[in-house]
């Protein structure tokens, strides 16, 4: 269904965005449309009525957020509130009055509860306020679930709502400052090595536990859903694997031959406790499932880093 349409990918130049372009390649879909920052503000009523002018979209897969890790949510809590609440918001509305076919909304993980049953399902994300450290940001991405459903009811606009796990792999954010655990962890043991340190320092006490996504495979569920699903309800994109920070930095720590000791700084936070999804769904609605085992997707992304630094 993707062959003829023209198709925009907010936030195509960016980590999930380049692999989300590949596979739509992949599929045959040659008018694919990355609307740039610096050419379209996003955040603003002018810069998206220009993008629509401009790109004349049929389908709108929306990835662009202003997001970070833990530091950078305590840091920019305001900023990550508003400016990824006005991109969803009006994304979405403009969308329905430009009359394009359909808007996919990719949401995330800090949506959910802090203490959201484990394995998280889609119909639990109701259930109570997110972790508090990202919390606005998990907030603002949430409100495009709202819209999506409000849209539907009163104007039988097609939008789909994807809640995307941790992702990593390779073209990922390697910044300190934003970056999110997994390249974090990476750049720090790969440093480590080289300048022969001793030791790296680990927010939080490493008892939290995360589920991770290999980019590749999450490209593919979204291309998939954009295919396939054409609902409102809310769908997990997971891989099914749930393991503790602390197994994750000594697998990190084993893969780029850091051997130097690993101390934990319990002054900062864990952030939410569990995260692991039930991923049914995405199997029965629209055939997802991930394929990359996780320590090949780590050695693939430790591989990229160390070819990109």
């Known amino acids: 269904m993707l062959e003829n349409k023209r198709v925009v990918v907010t936030g195509g130049a960016g980590f999930l965005g380049?692999?989300?372009v590949e596979k739509l390649h992949s599929q045959g879909c040659s008018q694919v449309l990355i609307p740039r920052s610096k050419q379209y503000d996003l955040i603003t009523e002018q810069g998206i009525d220009r993008m629509f002018q401009d790109m004349k979209p049929d389908i709108i897969i929306h990835l662009a957020a202003v997001v970070g890790g833990i530091g950078a949510n305590?840091?920019?809590?305001?900023?990550?509130?508003?400016?990824?609440?006005?991109?969803?918001?009006?994304?979405?509305e403009k969308s329905r009055v430009y009359g394009i076919e359909k808007f996919v909304a990719?949401?995330?993980?800090c949506a959910y509860p802090k203490f959201t049953p484990v394995p998280f399902k889609e119909e639990d994300i109701w259930g109570g306020y997110p972790e508090e450290t990202n919390a606005p940001y998990g907030l603002a991405k949430k409100m495009m679930l709202v819209q999506s459903q409000a849209y539907r009811q009163q104007y039988n606009f097609n939008s789909t709502y994807l809640l995307p796990v941790n992702l990593y792999g390779p073209r990922d954010n390697f910044d300190p400052e934003t970056s999110h655990v997994i390249p974090a962890l990476i750049k720090k043991c790969v440093d480590a090595k080289k300048s022969k340190q001793s030791f790296?320092?680990?927010?939080?006490?490493?008892?939290?536990?995360?589920?991770?996504l290999y980019v590749a495979d999450a490209a593919e569920g979204i291309v998939l859903a954009t295919e396939r699903y054409n609902e409102s309800e809310p769908v997990n994109l997971g891989a099914g694997l749930e393991i503790s920070i602390k197994d994750l930095v000594e697998k990190i720590a084993e893969l780029t031959g850091f051997d130097g000791d690993i101390i934990w700084n319990k002054d900062k936070p864990d952030g939410q406790p569990r995260r692991s999804l039930d991923t049914s769904k995405a199997a029965d609605l629209f055939g997802f499932r991930a394929k990359t085992d996780f320590r090949t997707g780590l050695t693939n992304t430790i591989n990229w880093y160390l070819s990109n630094s």
């Open 18 to 20: 380049h692999h989300v």
């Open 74 to 92: 305590r840091a920019n809590p305001g900023k990550y509130f508003y400016d990824n609440l006005m991109m969803g918001a009006q994304l979405i």
């Open 200 to 212: 790296i320092e680990v927010w939080g006490t490493g008892k939290a536990t995360r589920e991770f």
């Open 106 to 109: 990719i949401g995330t993980i």
